[in-house]
């Protein structure tokens, strides 16, 4: 996830002091992705130094007001064209898990699968109570929120697909027609 460019932005629609764009980012997304406010101002720090937002200074409360900057538009504007990349997969540490669990003597791999499958089928229910609720009074802000959480779904049921593979292809391995 690049919060750079979710800053930047964020600050298209207008000014603001870092703590109101952790809240909006928040809030835009469900707060799916909890930011941390010193990440938030060291991203604001750097988009300065890099001449894409500037300090427009503080605001008579204590809080120092960020807007965005032309090159910090044409940025912003080529994140959103630029598809997503999947030249390095983002790391999935229940796949690493399971490929370590495969190869480490002892480890009850079924187990494994099987407590994943709970917390997977559990977050599903979740995703899909939340997605109900929201979808029952819908209003147009809450359009980001469902899409964020369509996405969650949608991870989770192929995560579930997933486990069902791996269960099926240790059941493969332990079979007696498998030396």
Known sequence: MSIRH?????LQDKPRYGYQLRVEFEDRTGS???????QVYTTL???ERDGLVRN???DGEGHVIYSITDAGRTEVT???QAPVGRGNPPR?????KLALAVTIPGVDVAAVIQAQRGASMKALQ????????ASANQRRADT??????????FQTEAEVRWLDLCEARMAQLNSPSNP
């Open 32 to 38: 799916a992705w909890p930011l941390n406010i010193g």
């Open 92 to 96: 999935n540490e229940l796949a690493i």
């Open 45 to 47: 720090d750097r988009l």
């Open 6 to 10: 979710s800053l930047l932005a964020l």
């Open 144 to 153: 980001a929120w469902l899409l964020v959480l369509d996405s969650l779904i």
């Open 126 to 133: 979740d995703y899909t109570k939340s997605r109900r609720d």
């Open 78 to 80: 080529g994140w959103f």
């Open 56 to 58: 427009d200074g503080g």
